[in-house]
């Protein structure tokens, strides 16, 4: 996978990623609406690109750290459908045995290691993966998702500064969609986001997080560098959810206009971007997007489905898991 | 008099405190116009502005910190926390800090401040949104703690809270935000200290906490179809706690369970149990049964989530068996 991105295969790749993440999204808000989802959970719709870019740049043996808006990391790193649907109805076969729910969600076997309902919560996670990594001799990156909110948590220093010193193999992606929850990132973060890595002499970059291109280039040559010692490294990627903070947020006019949202979504979609990109290029005619675009909905339809006849773990698996053997 | 939600009760008393003492400010995120996920708050920031309701960045040890901070040198914060399970981010401030402050100076620096946090399961939100963690605050020395069982307490301990001059932490219930409970419009406040017999009974005493008030109320409907009269106790506050009225209690009926949400070991139910052992020993007829959250981490899962946590049926069983004299001890 962590092949260069020249041919036509790794493009369609990041495509079809960028749609799955799209339509799972649709279905999930779909299973919330029609109340067969429990609880909430947050939309990642919008952002797919930066997802999709960074992680199209890793392997099945890079790690990353997710948060709780975390379906599309899960997704970009190679998770299937029908398990991620299972966890979010909490039913037996899904990722976590229905313990964890969407909050949670981690893939083992692609290097997820969850996603994390304590904002700021993974990146001592995260830099931990990567000092292992460099402590045992592996080559392995960890790449930290965490949002411009998470930006104030005093984690991230504390850890920054030591990856800084140790030269750690781990990327941190601040994934700036201009909010956390019902407030406008302006307000909650003074001065700089990339200045505070700087700060730690960790080179940093600002990013358009629509542009899946863009993303992955980056990315690509990050993880190169880190693979060789030069790690850490920062980047914020500037990007949009198109939904409220959760699915329940739906009258949220009082924080963000309507205009705004309809401006992101028609002319910064990263979607319709790179499909424009695809067709302009030759890479793809409009009729194989389409096709593409209806196999995947069918997938999702059929892993609904498929979750929503699922069963519910036995009532004795309740207390397993609390310890390890 | 009116029903009001208990969302409505703590927004009420917040807004009286705050207008009778200028020194009081709310300060957490997502207060101000969002008036917090809950809407807890609404409507406080349009009448005392941003200067007293301040919405912080996700910064929990810093904002806790800087209440400490403002408590020790004249102001009266209020903490929104907005899950109780971030407690652990604050503890160090809360702990360390705040806890401490009071004695460590000898009686001269006070630390009153409020941290209005929130508890409770079966919400499906998984094992970081979902804990009931008082009795992690309750071990600490200094620390108040305080658990509204409906609208009327959450009034009327939020007002007590306030005025307190040591830190508080006030445990609401999150799925109890839209219950309703008749609340007169005069002013009152709920003396720390003193439990509240909700119903009485001559057979057992159920003392319950915050939401498990309404699962012990219920098992006494059932019990009471048997010809079992239970005794409904709620101590409102569990630091301090009315030993007293408990005791009496138990004096009287001979039998106790004891219901918290918390986990159930090193958890209230166990102090509270071992209090009754030590002090009304010699009038029990059965052991003191504890009945807490399951030892483990709250599972996502509706299937698991729902057997985690004690049930009126539950109560009722186990209430029956003390009564009846059937032996349960586990081992
Ligand atoms: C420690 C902690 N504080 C507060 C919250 C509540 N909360 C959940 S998501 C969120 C906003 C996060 O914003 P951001 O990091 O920008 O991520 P986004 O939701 O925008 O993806 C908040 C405050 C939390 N889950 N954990
Ligand atoms: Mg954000």
Redesign the interface.
């Known amino acids: 996978m962590a092949k260069a991105k020249t041919n036509t295969e790794d493009y369609l790749r990041m495509y079809r990623q960028m749609v799955r993440i799209r339509t799972f999204e649709d279905n999930a808000n779909q299973l919330y609406l029609s109340a067969k989802m429990?609880?909430?959970t947050h939309m990642y719709s919008g952002e797919e690109a930066v997802a999709v870019g960074i992680c199209e740049a890793l392997t099945d043996d890079d790690r990353i750290t997710s948060t709780h808006r975390g379906h599309g990391h899960c997704v970009a790193k190679g998770a299937e459908f029908k398990e991620m649907f299972c966890e979010l109805l909490?039913?037996e076969e899904g990722y976590?045995?229905?313990?964890?729910?969407?909050?949670?969600i981690a893939d083992q076997s692609h290097g997820n290691l969850g996603a994390?309902?304590?904002?700021?919560?993974s990146m001592g996670i995260a830099t931990g993966s990567a000092l292992r990594s460099k402590m045992l001799g592996h080559d392995d990156v960890t790449v930290c998702f965490f949002g411009d909110?998470?930006t104030?948590?005093?984690l991230l220093y504390e850890v920054m500064n030591m990856a800084a010193l140790w030269n750690l193999p781990v990327i941190y992606a601040c994934e700036n969609n201009g909010y956390?929850?019902?407030?406008k990132t302006e307000?909650?973060?003074a001065g700089s986001i990339t200045a505070r890595a700087e700060a730690f002499g960790i080179e940093a970059f600002k990013i358009d997080g629509q542009d899946v291109l863009a993303v992955n280039e980056l990315t690509q040559k990050l993880v190169a560098r880190c693979r060789k010692g030069e790690g850490p490294f920062f980047i914020e990627l500037e990007t949009y959810r198109y939904h409220g903070h959760h699915v329940g947020d739906i009258n949220r006019e009082?924080?963000r206009s309507k205009d705004e949202e309809k401006d992101w979504k028609e002319n910064r979609d990263p979607i319709i971007r790179f499909r424009g990109w695809l067709v302009e290029q030759g890479i793809a005619s409009e009729e194989e997007i389409e096709a593409m675009n209806a196999e995947i909905e069918k997938d999702a339809t059929e892993a609904v489905a498929y979750a929503e006849a699922a069963k519910?773990?036995d009532?004795s698996?309740?207390?397993m898991h609390?310890y390890a053997d | 008099m009116r029903n009001i939600t208990l969302s409505q009760a703590v927004n009420e008393a917040l807004a009286e405190e705050m207008r009778r003492d200028p020194t009081t400010f709310i300060i957490g995120?997502?207060v101000a116009?969002?008036g917090t996920?809950f809407k807890v708050l609404s409507g406080l920031v349009e009448e005392f502005g941003t200067d007293r309701v301040i919405?912080?960045?996700?910064?929990e040890?810093?904002f806790m910190g800087m209440a400490v901070g403002a408590a020790m040198t004249g102001a009266r914060p209020i903490v929104d926390l907005m899950f109780g399970?971030?407690i652990f981010?604050i503890m160090d401030q809360l702990c360390n800090q705040a806890a401490k402050i009071h004695y460590m100076s000898g009686g001269k620096l006070n630390v009153p401040l409020v941290v209005r946090t929130n508890m409770g399961a079966t919400?499906?939100?998984?094992?970081?949104?979902s804990q009931s963690l008082q009795a992690l605050v309750a071990h600490i020395p200094g620390l108040k703690v305080a658990m509204p069982s409906s609208a009327y307490e959450a009034k009327g301990l939020m007002k007590t809270a306030i005025r307190d001059n040591n830190p508080v932490v006030i445990f609401e219930d999150k799925l109890m935000y839209q219950d309703k409970a008749p609340v007169q419009e005069e002013e009152y406040l709920i003396p720390f200290g003193e439990a509240n017999v909700k119903r009485e009974g001559k057979d057992i005493s159920l003392i319950a906490t915050s939401s498990m008030v309404q699962v012990a109320e219920k098992a006494a409907e059932i019990l009471s179809k048997e010809g079992i009269e239970a005794e409904v106790i709620d101590p409102r506050t569990i630091v301090p706690l009315d030993e007293k009225t408990l005791i009496e209690s138990v004096k009287k009926t001979s039998r106790a369970i004891v219901i918290d949400e918390g986990h159930q070991s090193y958890g209230v139910t166990s102090e509270i149990a071992s209090r009754l052992n030590e002090k009304a020993f010699y009038h029990l007829d059965a052991p003191v049964l504890r009945m807490g959250a399951?030892?483990?981490?709250v599972?996502?899962?509706?299937?698991?989530e729902d057997?985690?946590v004690p049930t009126p049926e539950g109560v009722a069983e186990n209430a029956r068996k003390l009564c009846s004299g059937e032996l349960i001890h586990a081992a």
């Open positions: 429990p609880g909430l909490g039913k976590c045995r229905g313990k964890g729910g969407s909050m949670h994390n309902a304590i904002v700021g919560g909110g998470a104030a948590q005093g956390s929850e019902y407030t307000e909650i973060a009082y924080y519910y773990p009532v698996e309740v207390d609390v | 995120e997502d116009e969002a996920p919405d912080t960045p996700i910064a040890p810093g399970d971030f981010l919400r499906r939100s998984a094992a970081q949104h399951m030892d483990v981490p599972p996502f899962s509706p299937a698991l057997i985690t």
